[in-house]
């Protein structure tokens, strides 16, 4: 968890163009993995996940990111895990597809608000049309993870009495 908030603090610097920067590649890897840990283990397992990213998150962001983006970064993130974490819980007695997708949705779009406009409001980048270009991969890669979760679903041992 980590190491993809890590690396997308880094790559969220590297604007592909006034729609887009590479951050928005890596971090909807940190919704799949927390919902594959709430799948399998429940909310608190991924709660206690979320946390633990959150603390290696800050501690290295202050290294490869300016200030802003860190403070943006870690606020984003563990809001947005967090409510992953209680919509997918919610959502978990429904069909496979559907909790990881509501979730992604929704913390995908809280995170985006909240780290774009920490991030570079105020500032002349167009962090508006980055957020917007962000949003829309993160929910597309959202989507595509979904295949993934299913098949690494079909790998993890069911727990006794858990829901699949």
Do not use: E
């Not at 890897?29 to 206690?48: D, E, T």
């Not at 984003?76 to 974490?85: K, S």
């Not at 819980?89 to 608000?113: F, H, K």
């Amino acid at each position: 968890m980590g190491v993809v908030v890590l690396a997308s603090n880094v790559l969220v610097q590297y604007p592909i163009n006034d729609w887009l920067t590479w951050g928005a590649f890596s971090y909807p890897v940190a919704f799949l993995v927390s919902n594959l840990i709430n799948r399998r283990f429940g909310p608190h397992a991924a709660r206690r996940v979320a946390w633990s990213g959150f603390a290696v998150a800050v501690l290295l962001s202050v290294w490869v990111a300016t200030p802003r983006i860190a403070v943006a970064s870690c606020s984003a993130f563990i809001v947005a895990q967090l409510l992953d974490i209680t919509v997918f819980d919610r959502l978990r007695a429904g069909n496979w597809w559907r909790a990881p997708m509501v979730a992604t949705s929704c913390s995908a779009t809280v995170d985006t608000a909240i780290f774009w406009s920490v991030a570079f409001a105020g500032s002349s980048l167009p962090w508006i049309s980055w957020g917007a270009g962000d949003l829309a991969v993160k929910l597309a890669i959202g989507l595509c993870l979904l295949a993934p979760f299913r098949a690494l679903l079909w790998k993890m041992a069911p727990l006794p009495g858990s829901v699949r």
